[in-house]
């Protein structure tokens, strides 16, 4: 393992490239990347790095994303069967069919979507940011793609717009019920709960609290609490139990993303090596995607 990591470290600096990783990424991915984040952040350190080549260690949208941000360089997603089945809820042509159904409304693009259907959105979002993204737009009529229960949590906050949704869900978050966490909470009173918004809105309604994945670390290392119940992809528990030691973490049974699990040590030795396997993008998609996700960029994030 550790020859494998130095042999990682060499090849970075070899190559000038910086390793981007989500949160829900093995331990030992999480362990050799230069950053870690929610989608927002790794979106923000993509659009600003100055590294010639990232290495994307997440799933297939979040690497589209830094390339659609940073057209130029070299982005590498170091094992292709990485993808969200989310992204793949929703296509350009059945979303043009829902545009014309409602004539004018502008499109949110929740960032779990492709380079294709991005180029045709408004603005992009991510969970840190749906509600405030949505809130600022003059627009009575949204359309929001492709996560219906992201779409149903910025409802709660946005009575005074009309969101149109998309049947589009998230297979690891609606496998979280409100039954795991009531039996988790009989085991543990004192824990808070903390959820993602993916999750069904029963397991919202239970929570004390629904935030991004970075939302949900700030939350744990920023609480004087000391259990918490995790109502997310149980990797995050090795980053929490690195920022926040001492605290106590529950999650989930089957809260996993197999997707995200897909890279390996190997792989990512493998990607710097032999610079594999390149995201490519037709120029005009990568112009007209621009333009949501660096509006989102610019919004910021709410949590
Ligand atoms: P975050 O942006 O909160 O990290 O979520 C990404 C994701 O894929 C959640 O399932
Ligand atoms: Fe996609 Fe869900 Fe996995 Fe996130 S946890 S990458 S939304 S399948």
């Given at each position: 393992m550790t020859d494998l990591r130095d042999e990682i470290s060499e090849l970075k600096k070899q190559r000038r490239a910086v390793i981007l990783g989500h949160n829900y990424q093995r331990q030992e991915v999480q362990e050799i990347a230069d950053f870690l984040g929610d989608s927002y952040g790794l979106s923000v350190q993509a659009s600003k790095?100055?590294?010639?080549?990232i290495v994307f260690c997440g799933v297939d949208f979040m690497a589209e994303s830094a390339k659609i941000l940073n057209p130029e360089k070299t982005v590498l997603h170091p094992n292709r069967r990485a993808q969200c089945p989310m992204a793949a809820m929703v296509d350009v042509k059945s979303l043009n069919e829902l545009k014309a159904e409602h004539p004018g409304a502008p499109v949110v693009a929740y960032?779990?979507?492709?380079a294709d259907v991005k180029a045709e959105a408004d603005i992009c979002c991510t969970s840190a940011n749906a509600v405030k993204i949505v809130q600022s737009l003059p627009d009575k009529k949204i359309i929001f793609i492709p996560d219906t229960n992201l779409g149903l949590y910025v409802q709660r906050f946005v009575k005074d717009k009309e969101i149109i949704l998309w049947p589009g869900y998230c297979p690891t978050h609606v496998n979280i019920t409100k039954m795991d966490l009531q039996e988790l909470k009989r085991k543990h009173p004192d824990a808070e709960i903390l959820v993602h918004p993916e999750c069904t809105p029963d397991v919202i309604d239970y929570a004390d609290f629904a935030y991004s994945t970075e939302g949900i670390i700030r939350h744990v290392v920023a609480s004087k609490k000391k259990e918490f119940i995790i109502g997310t992809e149980e990797n995050m528990l090795h980053r929490l139990r690195k920022e926040a030691p001492g605290k106590l973490l529950y999650a989930p049974p089957n809260a996993t993303c197999p997707n995200m699990r897909e890279i390996t040590l190997e792989d990512v030795r493998d990607a710097l090596s032999k610079m594999q396997y390149k995201i490519e993008l037709p120029p005009d998609i990568i112009r007209r995607a621009k333009v949501p996700l660096e509006r989102m960029i610019e919004a910021g994030r709410s949590q």
């Open positions: 790095t100055d590294a010639k080549v960032v779990n979507t492709t």
